[in-house]
């Protein structure tokens, strides 16, 4: 009986050992995994705000726990990539076949700012003076340096204040503000220099496109936004200042102007945006086909599809 007693206790205190063994080795697995995921968390954080927005965005990204910054799905093709990045700042996306998707297309690049600071209008096109106003009221403003009257949105400017830190950068006609910040009356009387009502049918029906990079049709001109400015740039290292800084060329054979696009070059292709080289020169433009335009003919018919 004594013998018995003896060899359970022996058989209890095996089974206790191996019980412990089993739950000390449970929570070394457990502690061990709370530490590397805090750790993990703490490092991959920063670095993806960092890779997918700019400088200054990335800077807030680390003081501030609760934004994530947006990166489009980069399992989706570039164009879907595209909708979705502008769908954050581009509350009716406009419907292929329509005159807002050509425009889109020709002039959509400056959609995809990651910057909460910086405003686009809710379309793509000011019917008349009074709704241009009416926008532009709502933006914060900043003076592009060593001009009398060149004003651009507040980050735009910065931006492109550091560019001519970095290297001397002249405006298209020396200091104007019609290389600027325009009003709907100086983008009507641009187009009028240059095309007239028959023009604007055509290229309302996509016939037409190449005139997009020479001027933009009554209401659609980035100008209008606060995100463009006409510069003359000549060297690689004048263009290298303006990439760096978030500022590139994003309307197809239009050279004088650049586009506040807020991103790192290398961070453009995340966001749907395509390097072309025409002559020389490259620009990031939309991945929107103008297949898509000339395919669809439904005008009229459905003209928005609504975000939900
Ligand atoms: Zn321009």
């Known amino acids: ?125 000011f019917a008349n003076e009074q709704e241009t106003q009416e926008f ?38 020396g200091y104007g503000s019609g290389d600027c910040t325009r009003t709907f009356a100086t983008n009507l009387r641009f187009w009028h220099k240059y095309a007239n009502n028959q023009m604007l049918e055509r290229v309302q029906q996509g016939k037409e496109t190449k005139i997009l990079g020479l001027v933009a049709p009554p209401g659609t001109s980035q100008h209008l936004w606060g995100l463009a400015i006409d510069l003359r740039v000549s060297n690689q290292q004048q263009k290298q200042a303006l990439n760096q800084n978030g500022w590139f060329q994003t309307v197809e054979n239009d050279i004088p102007h650049w586009t506040y696009v807020g991103l790192r070059e290398e961070n453009l292709p995340q966001f749907g945006l395509k390097n072309q080289v025409v002559r020389g020169t490259t620009y990031w433009v939309t991945p929107l086909q103008l297949l898509d335009v000339m395919q669809s003919r439904e005008y009229s018919i459905r003209r928005y599809i609504v975000r939900e």
């Open 1 to 125: 009986m004594k013998k018995k007693t003896y060899y359970s206790n022996k058989l209890s205190i095996r089974s206790t050992t191996f019980i412990s063994t089993v739950i000390l080795i449970i929570f070394i697995l457990v502690a061990s995994n709370k530490i590397t995921h805090p750790q993990l968390y703490i490092t991959v954080q920063p670095l993806n705000g960092c890779l997918n927005t700019t400088s200054l965005s990335c800077k807030n990204t680390i003081s501030s726990s609760v934004v994530t910054p947006f990166s489009p799905n980069q399992e989706l093709n570039g164009r879907e990539r595209f909708l979705s990045a502008i769908a954050r700042k581009l509350t009716i996306i406009p419907q292929p076949g329509t005159f807002e998707y050509i425009l889109l297309r020709a002039y959509g690049a400056a959609f995809v700012n990651p910057d909460t600071e910086i405003k686009l209008p809710q379309k793509d096109i």
């Open 136 to 173: 532009q009221d709502t933006l914060i403003m900043g003076q592009v340096d060593g001009t009398k009257d060149c004003y651009l949105q507040k980050s735009a400017a910065d931006a492109l204040n550091k560019a001519r830190l970095l290297q001397n950068i002249p405006l298209k006609s």
